[in-house]
């Protein structure tokens, strides 16, 4: 110490002060000034301190501390549209357990446990809180933060937290029908989510980081943008039409890829009770149809590969009577008709007589080629196998031929109507983006190019003058063909109950996409005339639908020259 003696006129309090000074740093502090600065250091430190003290005392809350369990398991990858657009992804949550040894009273954390998370069954929980022989035991899976600090405050012994990983889905209904669903272990149970459970680990492991136990994303065939744009229009038709589901597809007629895949009512993946409803199920998959007159694409494509011209006549007078059965049109032509005339005007009695002329084992062996006596195979395992007559005579044939008396699912029409437009490959749906290049090899030649290029001249032909006139979105050079069936209630077909719905590819001259959509049960209205078939509500829904997405796909619209006189892939067929 210095030997500088203190001030005469110091007070007791500031030589008080300047000695602690001096004692807590080795040097001595003069004048009232630095007594001043000493006394208010302290008091600005025990005041911080008595602070701190009072906000522990009176209860601040603790930070919730969560139990980490090991996991060395690669999560689950994100899921995405062909755009990146996120489609599905895990996110932390706490779960709550117990280890029922340390439990001091049971009554008391019964009641706890029970008054802040109602939706717990106090028997249950009295149940496993009372199993001593147990460490731990799972009481709540997944719970919200807010309920997790709620729970944290309440200090019960043996309560604690664990981290586990819970499926998000950001778009909530959108896509369902194609994501699915996992469980609450976070295991896939329905749709592409399953698929990556099982065949599609091959693809999650290609694309796994194993340094960082992490994989990159799943990316999907579908787009978002074309996915929201189809849904909308297929609510509004349900809601308009009094349907009882409504269904859509956009496909890459090239690739094979589902660009756009709906089934209404559909299901919300983040909470998936509603998909076990059957309204809920997937009509495009898991259901099987007859068709009706959409199928008659397929006997058209049939006969012309077999060397029909477009010259060829049918008698279509009155009825085709064959046994005990009698066939008919729906708003009859009652004359001979040409081969395109039996399109447009979509006569089931010009059809039936074309695949007679083709006979049984023809016909049978074509329609085997195209795969509609086979379950339809796809990333998504949900699917349904057609059901085929077990007896096959000149009936079946007749029927069939224009979409009766054999049910499939719809996806396998469309995947046929795609080989009709693409110059004749067959190729396999899929929901998985896929390189162009690598799918050309992949998909078998089923029909020749020119019968393909006269199958796309018949489609545009009938959305000129034919039954889809109302789905003819100027620019857009649309093709399709329409479809009406009456339902199969309790084995017999019910008159006022019908299955519409529609297929089309645009542009005609050179077709990349097909649409399709099917009304459930729709109803007649003012505005319709009465009519519940197909061109009065699943064609203008299509046309809607083609009008949307069509610039999202980049599509340009031409408006020069007639359409009526447009020439198709250059086959002069007139």
Not at 484 to 511: C, D, H, Q, W
Not at 540 to 549: H, N, V, Y
């Amino acid at each position: 110490m210095t030997g500088t003696s203190p001030n005469a006129h110091e007070t007791i309090q500031a030589l008080a002060a300047r000695k602690l000074a001096e004692a807590a740093f080795g040097v001595q502090l003069r004048g009232h000034k630095r007594a001043r600065l000493v006394i208010i250091f302290f008091l600005i430190a025990f005041s911080a301190v008595a602070v701190r003290l009072g906000q522990l005392t009176i209860g601040m809350p603790r930070p919730v501390e969560v139990g980490r369990q090991a996991d060395d398991k690669i999560p689950r990858p994100e899921i995405v549209d062909r755009n990146g657009e996120l489609l599905a992804t895990d996110i932390q949550v706490a779960s709550l357990f117990a280890d029922p040894r340390k439990i001091i009273d049971i009554d008391e954390a019964v009641e706890q446990l029970t008054a802040n998370l109602p939706r717990l069954d106090p028997a249950e929980v009295r149940r496993r809180l009372s199993d001593h022989k147990r460490a731990f035991v799972w009481l709540a899976r997944q719970i919200s933060p807010e309920e997790q600090a709620i729970i944290h405050n309440l200090g019960i012994p043996g309560v604690g937290f664990r981290w586990e990983r819970q499926r998000l889905y950001p778009n909530g209904r959108l896509a369902s029908h194609v994501l699915g669903f996992v469980d609450i272990d976070n295991r896939g149970i329905a749709g592409i989510e399953r698929y990556l459970d099982g065949q599609g680990q091959i693809l999650v492991a290609a694309l796994a980081d194993p340094l960082e136990a992490k994989t990159g994303p799943v990316a999907l065939s579908l787009d978002l943008r074309v996915q929201y744009a189809m849904t909308e229009e297929l609510q509004k038709a349900m809601e308009k039409f009094m349907a009882l589901a409504a269904a859509g597809v956009v496909m890459d007629v090239n690739t094979g890829e589902i660009i756009a895949m709906a089934s209404l009512p559909d299901f919300n993946p983040n909470d998936p009770r509603e998909a076990l409803d059957k309204n809920h199920m997937n009509r495009l998959t898991t259901a099987v149809y007859e068709m009706g007159s959409t199928f008659k694409t397929v006997t058209f494509a049939m006969a012309l590969d077999n060397g029909i011209s477009m010259q060829s006549r049918w008698d279509a007078r009155g009825s085709l009577v064959i046994g005990r059965s009698r066939i008919g049109d729906f708003r009859g032509e009652n004359r001979v008709l040409s081969l395109p005339e039996v399109f447009t005007y979509s006569s089931n009695i010009g059809t039936a007589r074309m695949a007679l002329d083709q006979g049984i084992e023809r016909h049978q062996a074509f329609l085997r080629k195209l795969g509609f006596f086979d379950r339809l195979q796809t990333e998504i395992p949900e699917s349904a196998s057609p059901l085929v007559p077990t007896r096959w005579g000149k009936i079946s044939t007749a029927t069939i031929s224009f979409g009766h008396g054999m049910s499939v699912a719809p996806l396998r029409l469309l995947s046929a109507v795609a080989a009709f437009m693409n110059g004749g490959r067959l190729v396999q749906p899929t929901f998985l983006r896929k390189d162009p290049t690598l799918m050309e090899d992949s998909a078998p030649q089923v029909i020749k190019p020119e019968t393909s290029d006269k199958m796309r001249w018949l489609l545009r032909q009938n959305a000129l003058i034919g039954s889809a006139k109302k789905a003819n979105v100027e620019g857009y050079r649309i093709g399709g063909k329409t479809g009406s069936a009456e339902k199969v209630l309790n084995g017999r077909y019910s008159k006022g109950k019908n299955v519409t719905n529609f297929i089309a590819g645009f542009p005609m001259e050179k077709p990349r996409y097909l649409v399709f959509v099917l009304l459930d049960e729709p109803q007649a209205l003012k505005e319709t005339y009465g009519f519940r078939t197909s061109g009065w509500n699943a064609v203008p829904t299509g046309g809607k639908i083609i009008e949307r997405i069509a610039p999202l796909l980049g599509v340009t619209p031409k408006f020069e020259g007639k359409d009526a006189n447009m020439t198709i892939a250059g086959t002069a067929v007139e």
